[in-house]
């Protein structure tokens, strides 16, 4: 199961061209975690482009307590988005699973 946030951001500043379209990416960090202690991934869009939403999938592992399944916009202006949890293993080894960044950017 994958479970995606839709957060809505403004989008100013795109668009600015009559004619310009908005072309979405989807940025994936995997992550393969013993467990036991509190971890963060982050999946960041590239240089020029903007969240708008994300979320994260579980591959393994579903014991956790999840603290942020949130969007990153950072003070330098890199945009992305965050997965912060703790947990233990349960029936495997590991926690496995993906962060999605849902990045638009005006071409």
Known sequence: MIKLAAV???LSGFCTAANA??????????FNYPGGGQQQYSSMCEPGEKVSGGG????SGYSIFIFA???????NGTHGWTLRFTGIPS??????GNVYAVCIKEQ
């Open 21 to 30: 379209t908005l072309v979405q990416n989807i940025r994936t960090v995997s």
């Open 8 to 10: 809505g951001l403004a």
């Open 69 to 75: 399944n949130a969007p990153v916009i950072s003070a």
């Open 91 to 96: 029936g495997s080894p590991t926690i496995a």
């Open 56 to 59: 994260y999938q579980l591959l």
